[in-house]
């Protein structure tokens, strides 16, 4: 999904990828928008302490990385797999903040 207005695309990767996976995606949607392309704890090549890894501590990574370097400007979340029920439970706690899931 592509959208008409220069945001920013922040996407999650499944559980077993990592962000260099989807460098193919990535590169067609920063043509037309900033991404950034996030491992999360435990995704990927991102490290992987041991602790219990839920949604909600999923949810907070995003949010912090949102309000870091996103800085309450208009975001859409891009999810794959595990990424997007990540994407979905982000959204609520933006209110208006994220116009757009992809």
């Known amino acids: 999904m592509f959208c008409l207005c220069p945001v920013p695309a922040v996407c999650c990767a499944r559980r077993c990828a990592n962000g260099g996976l989807r ?6 949607l920063s043509a037309r ?11 990927g090549r991102s490290d992987k302490p041991l602790l219990g890894y839920t949604l909600e501590l999923w ?4 949010l912090d990385f949102l309000q ?5 400007s208009p975001a859409v979340l891009v999810g794959n797999s595990m990424g997007s029920l990540i994407c979905l439970n982000v959204r609520p706690a933006l209110g208006g903040w994220s116009n757009s899931l992809g």
């Not at 460098?23 to 067609?28: G, I, L």
């Not at 928008?33 to 995704?43: S, Y």
């Not at 870091?68 to 309450?72: K, L, Q, S, T, Y």
């Open 23 to 28: 460098s193919e995606a990535a590169q067609r």
């Open 33 to 43: 928008e900033q991404v950034f392309a996030l491992d999360l704890l435990g995704f």
């Open 59 to 62: 949810r907070d990574l995003v």
């Open 68 to 72: 870091e370097f996103v800085a309450g």
